[in-house]
């Protein structure tokens, strides 16, 4: 992919998610190790592109949407709700009886959320943003997204990129992945 504009770049990651959520919870995998290693990767997908939504995304929708400040506000809660989500699947064994449950739901909502941003809140920015800042924005969420390294998959593999870091999968994976990423917008 080249650089386009940030709702292209946001649409690409939602369809990577949403491809790497499919098989997360099709029926009938109860390989541990390969649930583990997928949930590993689709956490470091789901916080990368949370962080970048945070950076970019949100600014731009408070900036130039109507009620955009009520739907930022929103989305935060939701992304908040999907970390504690994270964050109980990050040391729990696939084996464990709530470990399906918990996935479920959170699938549900990451489902939401895309389908929320794919009708709503991307094609109303795009409109309401001239096409220089999108391409703009959508440069800076990809050299945001190279500071870091998901957890591989084999299924999923990444496109080739210059990270410094990789960031391994296990306990504190949630932590670690923020903790490489910019934390404010370098405008």
């Known amino acids: 992919m080249g650089y386009t504009d940030m709702v292209d770049v946001i649409t690409e990651r939602h369809r990577d998610i949403e491809a790497v959520f499919?098989?997360?919870t099709a029926e009938g995998d109860h390989d541990e190790d390969r649930r583990r290693k997928l949930l590993d990767h689709a956490i470091g997908l789901l916080v990368t592109h949370a962080v970048v939504e945070d950076l970019y995304l949100y600014p731009a929708v408070r900036r130039h949407m109507a009620a955009g400040?009520?739907?930022?506000?929103?989305?935060h809660t939701e992304v908040a709700r999907a970390e504690e989500l994270m964050r109980q699947l990050e040391d729990m064994?696939?084996?464990?009886?709530?470990?399906?449950?918990?996935l479920a739901e959170l699938?549900?909502?990451?489902?939401?959320?895309i389908e929320e941003q794919q009708t709503e809140v991307l094609p109303k920015l795009?409109?309401?943003c001239g096409p220089?800042?999108?391409?703009?924005?959508?440069e800076k969420v990809v050299e945001t997204e190279r500071h870091v390294s998901v957890p591989p998959?084999?299924?999923?593999p990444e496109?080739?990129?210059?990270?410094?870091t990789r960031v391994d999968a296990g306990p504190g994976l949630i932590d670690r992945i923020r903790a490489h990423l910019p934390d404010r917008a370098g405008d």
């Open 22 to 24: 499919a098989r997360l």
């Open 69 to 75: 400040d009520d739907l930022a506000e929103h989305e």
């Open 93 to 102: 064994p696939a084996t464990d009886p709530r470990f399906d449950d918990i």
């Open 107 to 113: 699938a549900r909502m990451v489902r939401r959320h």
């Open 126 to 128: 795009s409109a309401a």
């Open 132 to 138: 220089e800042r999108l391409d703009e924005l959508g």
């Open 153 to 156: 998959h084999p299924d999923f």
């Open 159 to 164: 496109p080739p990129r210059s990270a410094p």
